[in-house]
């Protein structure tokens, strides 16, 4: 199991260009736990995530790991603890998946010291956890969607990190695809203890996936906690502007919503929604 | 339980390229091919017996002995520069993540030729040293220039508008060298041979000039490598990876100026190696830069020392400078490697 850490931020502003995108935002990240950022478009969810994972630089505030400020851990040393997946990595033409996971060792690897046993079984074990073993010598030009995706996430694995961030790691995947990689995800975190940090568009499938959700509206941590106390339909109303209703997911048992659009409305929840 | 990890071990050894030792093979091959054929060819051809005597017998002193003494150093300091501009090229592609970067397409090469003209008009500059040092400013200077408008709008430095800024920045420095050399016919006849580049006037000074640059370029490549692998893969990503991106890119862009300038100032601007030596080697090893830096090297190497026999050959009586020949080869596979970036990006 992976051993519990502090992470927490305090206070903190970023954005680009002196634009504050996040305001003032204090959460601590449970550890070994899945949590899920919420909220509408262009709210902050990536800039928060982006600002934990160390690579903006917030204008205020102060992010400590264990205690101690993130900005003053050497990056290597950082980042063999917290692993990030962006949204849109790039894939340098004509590599191998073998080659594409093994690149998430570079954190453990020193200039003399070369590929040892160590690198070579993280790799493997990565590969395996995501269904990739077989695909090892193919391209990655050759891969769906999906299969692209747990490629992604092996090299992220391949860094054996405590803490992942994945930003929007089911974006442009079919469903089937979607609920694959939140299921390995799981996996991930129930067998391993592996923290989890990951923005997520699904309002339903973050609210079946997380143990944790932080939301945000404007820049600002609007709610935060299990999902069956923060997804109501005042705060879905109040971060995505939604009239909806909240109903309980038939397999999960979490929060499910429901939205209520001007059409195709029975049942006389209109006066409800609108009410 | 333990064969099962081997075997699955050993499953994951692609890390060393399909195609590797073939090609380290063939590259052997094909130095040693084109070492002899640079001692051999050339206005004057040499029999067995004297390239014996030239490389072995120091007390022969036939004339056919003295060509092969001199074709030696004009052999080794090509295989130098052309390793020189192969390690360039890859550094340079992999810090811009541009598949057609290059010293003679970004302007660099020009940037150091208006710096040498300038020396040699205003400075009476003269000696291998002094080109050197000249050199590496203008390139330099004009490495951040290019980079510099390349990067500037929307999406940063894409292929299309590093070309763009590079050609732009290019045409108005030969124009400035055009404007230094024409009233001055002594500087003309001094930068001349220099400016089409040239192989031929290599001596063993010029050669020991270069050494202390081309190590330092490779010291800083090597240092690079394996965090250039990271930054292939995005800025976000390398950072996630812990690479500090801006030293990083610092290194790995010093490395490579150094160079190329380095290889600019004692042989002339010779366009296209390094572009074609590395897309060669991607092409058949993939993108790993552990691989890609240093078989670069070999096929830079090899490629510029057999333009330089080419146009020996082909130039005979006289020769035709290998930095034609070059051009020659390369213009059409700039051409292709364009097209193919635009359709696919980088």
């Not at chain 2, 590496?136 to 500037?152: E, Y």
Request: net charge neutral; glycine share 10%; with cysteine.
């Amino acid at each position: 199991m992976k051993p519990k850490h502090i992470f927490q931020a305090e206070g903190i502003v970023a954005g680009y260009d002196d634009k504050a995108v996040i305001n003032k935002i204090s959460l601590e990240i449970p550890s070994n736990k899945i949590n899920v950022i919420i909220g509408a478009n262009a709210c902050g969810k990536s800039t928060l995530l982006k600002t934990l994972a160390r690579l903006i630089k917030p204008t205020s505030g102060k992010i400590t790991f264990d205690g101690k400020s993130i900005s003053k851990i050497p990056p290597k040393q950082f980042a063999r603890f917290v692993g990030l997946l962006p949204q849109s990595p790039i894939v340098p033409e004509g590599i191998t998946v073998a080659d594409l996971v093994g690149r998430g060792r570079f954190p453990h690897q020193s200039l003399f010291s070369g590929w040892t046993k160590e690198d070579y079984e993280a790799v493997a074990e990565a590969m395996e956890i995501m269904n990739i073993t077989e695909l090892a010598n193919h391209h990655i030009d050759e891969l769906s969607g999906g299969q692209r995706q747990r490629v992604w996430i092996a090299m992220a694995l391949a860094q054996q990190t405590d803490i992942l961030f994945l930003d929007e790691p089911t974006t442009f995947l079919d469903i089937t695809y979607q609920v694959e990689i939140l299921d390995l995800l799981t996996d991930l975190n129930q067998k391993r203890g592996t923290t989890i940090v990951m923005v997520l568009h699904d309002i339903n499938l973050s609210a079946r996936y997380a143990d944790n959700i932080f939301a945000l509206c404007e820049g600002k941590l609007v709610a935060e906690g299990e999902p069956s106390e923060v997804i109501t339909s005042s705060l879905i109303k109040e971060i995505f502007g939604l009239d909806c209703t909240v109903i309980e997911d038939p397999i999960s048992g979490s929060p499910s919503v429901v939205p209520i659009g001007r059409h195709h409305v029975t049942n006389g929840m209109h006066s409800l929604g609108n009410g | 339980m333990n064969s099962s990890i081997d075997s699955k071990n050993n499953l994951l050894k692609p890390h060393i390229p399909r195609h590797f030792i073939a090609v380290l093979v063939a590259c052997l091959v094909m130095l040693v091919l084109c070492i002899i054929a640079s001692l051999v060819f050339g206005s004057r051809a040499i029999s067995f017996n004297e390239l014996i005597a030239g490389l072995f017998h120091q007390n022969v002193d036939s004339y056919g002995a003295n060509v092969v003494r001199q074709r030696v150093a004009r052999t080794v300091f090509s295989l130098f520069c052309g390793a020189a501009l192969g390690i360039s090229g890859a550094l340079m592609q992999a810090v811009t993540r541009n598949p057609i970067a290059d010293p003679s397409i970004l302007g660099v090469n020009t940037g150091a030729s208006l710096f040498v003209v300038g020396g040699i008009a205003f400075l009476n500059i003269s000696t291998a040293t002094q080109y050197i040092w000249l050199a590496l400013a203008g390139a330099m200077i004009t490495a951040v220039f290019v980079f510099g408008i390349g990067s500037m709008g929307r999406g940063g430095a894409t292929p299309l508008k590093l070309v763009l800024a590079g050609a732009a920045t290019s045409a108005a420095l030969s124009s400035l060298v055009i404007a230094i050399m024409i009233p001055r016919s002594y500087v003309m006849d001094q930068f001349r041979f220099w400016q089409v580049g040239s192989v031929g006037a290599a001596n063993w000074s010029s050669i020991t000039t270069f050494i202390p640059f081309l190590i330092v370029g490779i010291l800083l490549g090597i240092l690079s490598i394996a965090a250039l692998n990271a930054l292939a893969l995005g800025d976000e990503v390398a950072k996630g990876l812990g690479v500090r991106t801006g030293v990083l890119r610092l290194t790995a862009a010093l490395a490579a100026v150094l160079l190329c300038g380095a290889t600019t100032a004692l042989a002339g601007p010779i366009g296209f190696v390094g572009l074609l030596a590395t897309h060669v080697i991607r092409l058949i090893l993939g993108p790993d830069m552990r691989y890609v830096v240093p078989m670069s090297a070999f096929a830079g190497a090899i490629i510029l020392t057999i333009s330089d026999v080419c146009g020996r050959v082909l130039g005979s009586p006289g020769e035709l400078e290998v930095g034609v020949v070059t051009a020659f080869i390369g213009a059409p596979i700039l051409i292709i490697i364009a097209r193919k970036a635009k359709v696919r990006g980088l």
